[in-house]
């Protein structure tokens, strides 16, 4: 399960993108969400970074990424 410092919702996701975007500076990753409790298709302002179903795509800066296994939370390092 995998959780952004933005929610406190756990969910599975797949990461579907890792890079740089047009609205922010810095690394981003863009997950594909198991359930439609995202905020887009995988596309921010017209531009596409990855596709997936409408409120399915989560983009967010890579620190915010954490992981729970069993024993907790983890952050999630993406290299």
């Known amino acids: 399960m995998v959780t952004t410092s933005k929610s406190a919702s756990r969910m ?5 993108f ?3 975007v047009e609205f922010a500076s810095g690394p981003w990753v863009g997950v594909e969400l198991d359930l439609p ?3 887009n298709n995988g596309s921010v302002n017209g531009i ?6 409408p409120r399915h795509g989560l983009l967010d800066t ?3 990424l ?3 296994n069993d024993e907790g939370l983890e952050k ?3 290299i």
């Open 12 to 16: 599975t996701v797949v990461v579907q």
């Open 18 to 20: 890792v890079g740089n």
């Open 37 to 39: 409790e995202g905020k």
């Open 48 to 53: 596409p970074y990855f596709r997936c179903r």
């Open 62 to 64: 890579i620190n915010s």
């Open 66 to 68: 954490w992981i729970r």
């Open 76 to 78: 999630v390092l993406l």
